[in-house]
Each structure stands twice: as C-alpha cells, then as structure tokens.
C-alpha cells in the first residue's frame, strides 16, 4: 500500500489520520493519504504567506528558471506519473485517440514549459512633459488552488505554475479522490523551490472550505463542479479574495448538413467519449440536422461499441471506467431517465458486469432539449444525440442551457461556421474540433460554467493586479 504525506513548508507532514485511494478499475484501495484539518490549513497558509515577501522579490528569470526545473522533474518522473494518473483516476496510460496519462503527464509539462517562457510587460500609458505612467503587475500573495478528479495531476500544474511563475506562493488541495499525483509532484517541487512556496494538504471539502474562507489567503483557483464553486464564491467574500473558477459545462456541438458523415463521426465519437465523457469540455449534446439524423447516430454509435473498455494499466484499453461510485450513479441515474423520457438506445445503458466503477459508452437517440440527459451534465460515458431541422433554432436552444463553457460547429463552409460558432453563449467555440485547448489561447466559462480565464497571457494577468505608477514631471 502506497503512502503519501502533506507537505508544508518544504517538510513532509502526518496528521495520525488517513483516508484510502480507490483504483476505479478495480474498487480496491491502493493508496493511503493524510486526512487533514483545520490546523494544517492554518500553518499551509501561515507557511505561504512567510514565504511570500522573499518569493515575490525574485527576479523574472530566477522564478522562469525554476519552473523550468519544475518542467524537468515532471519529465525525469513521467513513467511514475502516469501510473499513479492511471490509478487514481482510471484513464488508461495511452487512451482513445491518445487521451490518456501520457497526455496528462505530457501536456503538463508542455503547460509548465509555455507558462515559464510567458513575462508579464511593464505597459507605458503617457511618458511626456507632464508625467509618466506605467501599469505594473503585481503578485497577489497567497494563493490556493482546488482540484476535481478528472484531470487531477493537469489541472494543479495548470493553477500553480501562473501562481508561481507570477511571484505568489500557493496551497494546494488536490480531491481526496485522486490526490497521488499531485502529492508527488509537490514532494519533487518541494525540493526545487524555497520552503513555503508550494504546500499541499489533503482532505474532504471541509479543508477547502477553510481554505476558501481563510482571511490571509488572497486568491482561490477553483476547477469543479457548479454548486462547490456557487460555495467557494460565498465564503471568499469575507476579505474579497480574487476568484478564477473553471466550473462543470454541457457543451454543445452542432453539426451542419454540409458534413460528410464518414468524415466527421470519429472526430465528433472522441471529442464527446474521450476519458470517458469526464473532461469538463467534452462535447456533451450533439445536434444532428434531420437530414443526417439516422446516418450519424448510426456511425456514432457503431464507434461506441468498438471501443475497448478495460483496466487501464492494461495496454491496447481505450477507456477506462467511471473514476467514483457517486459519478457512476449519477451516470447511471441519467441512463434511466432517458429510459422513461423515450430515448432510443443505440449502443450502451449499463453498468459493465466487472470490478471497479464501469459504464458501458452509451448512446440514446430521440431525446430534446428539456430531457435530463441533455439538460444535465452527465460526466460520464453517455451522449444524447438530438435532431433539429432549422439552424437558428438550434442555436437559440443550445444556448438555453444555463451553462456556458465550450460550444462547437461543424461544416465545410468555414465562414458560416465562424458566424454561427460567435453566435454561442460559451467561453470557447470551436470550428470542426471541440475541447482543443492549448497553453497560449485563453480558456474558461461564461455564465454558470464560471468566472475569469486560464492559460497564456490572459490567464497568468490573473495571478496579479495592477499597480499604476505615475511619475509627475
Ligand atoms: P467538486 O466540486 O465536487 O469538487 C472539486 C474540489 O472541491 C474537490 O477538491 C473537493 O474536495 C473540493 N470541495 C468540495 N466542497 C468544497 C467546499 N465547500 N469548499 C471548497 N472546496 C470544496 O467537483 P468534482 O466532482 O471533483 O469535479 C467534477 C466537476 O468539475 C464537473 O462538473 C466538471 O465539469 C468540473 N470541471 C470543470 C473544469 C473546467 O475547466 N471548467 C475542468 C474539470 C472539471
């Protein structure tokens, strides 16, 4: 049984109490994870903010070189990694289309590379005889970055490279249900960077929740589901941190009559399945115009019963299972649902008769908008495929949905598809892709799916707030 500690203030930390770490694959626990509290919320963030002066008073180069070493230590680490991604969360090591650990371990440290070479510009808004005026950004101080499950170990590098990178110092609190990655990493960081820069604790909500009220944090970083994020907003008014919240999505794609089936149902099968439906800009409801209606849901779901569905430790898997019993009864909640709301299933609807959390890939025909499935999130293995006949209702009705992360259209007609993708409520549209996300394009929801971006420039501006300086001649 794998053991991992806390870390703060460069040390490694026990609280006498732990909490087990369930391979989905299997529904065994693997790994055993220090249940922290309050106390170790208090002297993360204590650690943090002592380190802080000194951290923020680096040089631009100093702070690019060791998140350059930070890049390295995830690199030199990557096999250990991946197993631990795999484990903890249940996506396989290679995964349909490539989506897998080595993604996750990989793009983390593309994502650590981009954001180290990024530098925040001194912007110079008058210098004439009266006076100059220069924008400066400043680090904010503290700040606490909270992780889902999806993504676990991508998502922390995501949130706590700009932090470090931009001169503040950070806690992190990974969930309890995929913690090991993370935990790792913040052991080899903690030997790249001063004490107190990066400080981990582990535990349920209720550390977060202190997290996100503590007075001497300034920033909270939330990636997760909608209602905690409505909860981390109400707690962090009390010393008006600033807030970057990447909240749950439904994205929509809408596919125009233009396309050629064959050409298109791939794309659109792992944009919507890939790591199981669990990425918060999957492509969760597929509209389908009434003239294609039968032949894509029929190549979709052709699709959905070939793909291999297994432990993902074992090679050739290309999904693995639903990361946790509460997602999978969720999962499972919805199938029935859309059972009693008339939906036609064209492959899936079930558990799989195995260990561990599994769900057939599923598809359901002939639901609408108004229907659960396509109304909620699933998180999860299962796409409604829904007909339209007209394309400016279709848009008016995608839009409906209170959530607003990622949208897409597909057509070969780019111009139109331009047109129609601007006209989606969503902080990212996608032209023939969806979910395509990169470390030099700005990402994050609009309406209930959040606030603020990540990524590039825009999401590192976040980390900081302006000082105006003005120099009077
Ligand atoms: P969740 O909201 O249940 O938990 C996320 C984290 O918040 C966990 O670490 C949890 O321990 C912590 N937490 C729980 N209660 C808290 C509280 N009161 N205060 C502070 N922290 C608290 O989400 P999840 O189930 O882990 O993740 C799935 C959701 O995340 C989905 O809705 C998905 O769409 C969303 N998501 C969004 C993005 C994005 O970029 N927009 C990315 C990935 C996942």
Request: net charge negative.
């Amino acid at each position: 049984m794998q053991q991992f500690d806390m870390y703060i203030n460069g040390e490694a930390v026990t609280s006498g109490k732990v909490f087990d770490v369930i391979n989905p694959a299997t529904g065994s626990v693997f790994a055993q994870v220090q249940e922290g509290d309050i106390s170790h919320v208090d002297s993360a963030v204590a650690a943090a903010r002592a380190a802080f002066p000194a951290w923020s008073r680096t040089s631009d180069d100093e702070r690019k070189a060791l998140c350059h070493a930070l890049a390295s230590a995830l690199e030199e680490n990557m096999p250990e990694l991946m197993e631990l991604v795999t484990k903890e969360s249940g996506k396989p090591m290679a995964g349909l289309n490539g989506v897998g650990s080595g993604m996750e371990v990989g793009g983390s440290i593309a994502w650590t590379q981009y954001t180290a070479e990024l530098q925040l510009p001194i912007d110079i808004i008058q210098d004439d005889d009266e006076a100059r005026i220069e924008v400066h950004r400043k680090p904010l101080g503290v700040v606490a970055s909270i992780t889902p499950w999806n993504w676990p170990l991508m998502i922390s590098i995501w949130h706590v490279i700009p932090a470090l990178r931009s001169g503040n110092t950070v806690i992190m609190k990974p969930s309890p249900y995929t913690p090991t990655a993370t935990i790792r990493f913040v052991e080899l960081a903690s030997k790249i960077l001063p004490a107190g820069v990066i400080n981990i604790i582990t535990g349920e909500g209720d550390v977060g929740s202190a997290l996100s009220g503590h007075t001497d944090v300034n920033k909270i970083v939330f990636t997760g589901s909608t209602p905690t994020g409505k909860r981390i907003m109400q707690s962090a008014s009390g010393n008006l941190k600033r807030l970057t919240l990447e909240l749950g999505g439904n994205d929509a794609g809408i596919v125009l009559p233009d396309v050629s089936v064959s050409e298109v149902a791939e794309k659109l099968f792992w944009a919507c399945f890939h790591n199981n439906g669990q990425t918060c800009a999957a492509l969760k409801r597929l509209y389908v115009h009434e003239s294609q209606y039968e032949e894509m849901c029929e190549a979709i779901a052709s699709l959905a019963k070939k793909v291999v569905v297994g432990n993902g430790l074992e090679p050739g898997v290309e999904l693995g299972p639903v990361q946790n019993i509460e997602q999978l009864k969720i999962v499972e909640a919805l199938a029935t649902s859309a059972k009693e709301d008339g939906g036609r299933f064209l492959a899936g609807g079930q558990r799989i008769d195995r260990e561990g959390f599994f769900f057939e890939p599923t598809v359901v025909a002939d639901l609408c908008d108004g229907h659960r499935l396509v109304d909620e999130e699933p998180f999860g293995p299962i796409l409604p495929i829904i007909k339209y006949t007209d394309v400016d209702e279709v848009i008016a009705t995608a839009n409906q949905n209170d959530r607003g992360l990622g949208g897409s259209i597909w057509s070969n007609d780019t111009e139109k598809a331009m047109e129609l993708a601007q006209r989606l409520e969503c902080g990212s549209a996608w032209v023939n892709d969806h979910g395509a996300i990169q470390p030099n394009a700005p990402f994050g929801g609009v309406k209930q799916s959040g606030i603020g971006v990540e990524f590039g420039l825009y999401g590192l501006e976040e980390y900081t707030s302006i000082q105006t300086l003005k120099v009077s001649k």
